[in-house]
């Protein structure tokens, strides 16, 4: 079965530091998502990617937050430089063309501590 | 925007137990979905359902879209269904937001 691939699966940075999660979606899915998820809340996007193209990043910090799909498959969320309220959940999706139903498929996630 | 609540904010049963978790949307959907979240973090889909009635094993989904929600039963209660529960809904005028779940435990 098909799946959503997330690296790494924990990272712990100190804060100043730069990081990076990957995320490689599920095969001939077209849209991409990353989310944030602090303990005891639910998950909030980030940013969502139709193929290279970015249709929502309303919620990205982008004084220190980053990403990119170049190509239209993977993607790379940066974080440079890391605050202490950075700790969280980073979650990647991925799901079809819109217009065929967006049932979205997460990733293991990768797990932030900013120490 | 869109947003969506969820009930009750915790629910502890007994194994064998019934359960309803409750999903209220504040504005129309075409994608709605429900999730449980495991212990290490990851979301796992359950149902795909922005209207209509699908059936898992002991889990069901029924989501009335012209009354804004969606419920989620599951039945016959098992420890390994402890957990978040999270509903997501989301339209072609609004990105996908996520309600803040419902804490599930069952004790044996």
């Known amino acids: 079965e098909a799946e959503v691939a997330q690296s790494p699966r924990y990272k712990i940075t100190e804060k100043s530091q730069a990081v990076a999660f990957w995320c490689d979606p599920i095969?001939?899915?077209?849209?991409l998502y990353w989310y944030r998820q602090i303990l005891g809340q639910g998950p909030e996007l980030l940013v969502q990617f139709q193929d290279e193209s970015v249709v929502d990043d309303s919620q990205l910090p982008k004084d220190r937050f980053s990403a990119e799909r170049l190509k239209g498959v993977d993607s790379t969320l940066k974080i440079q430089p890391a605050e202490l309220g950075d700790s969280a959940m980073y979650l990647c999706?991925?799901?079809?063309?819109?217009?065929?139903?967006?049932?979205?498929?997460f990733g293991p996630g990768t797990r932030l501590t900013v120490t | 925007g869109i947003q969506v609540e969820q009930s009750p904010p915790d629910l502890i049963l007994q194994e064998g137990a019934n359960s309803t978790l409750r999903c209220n949307f504040s504005d129309s959907v075409n994608n709605l979905q429900w999730f449980h979240q495991n212990p290490w973090g990851q979301l796992i889909n359950l149902f795909y359902?922005?209207?209509g009635t699908k059936q898992n094993g002991r889990l069901s989904a029924t989501t009335v879209a012209t009354e804004r929600y969606s419920l989620l039963y599951i039945s016959s209660s098992q420890t390994t269904d402890s957990g978040v529960y999270f509903c997501a809904g989301g339209s072609s005028a609004s990105k996908i937001i996520f309600g803040s779940g419902t804490r599930l435990s069952i004790r044996p």
């Open positions: 999706a991925s799901s079809q063309l819109e217009l065929m139903g967006y049932e979205q498929y």
């Open positions: 359902i922005p209207s």
């Open positions: 095969s001939g899915h077209a849209t």
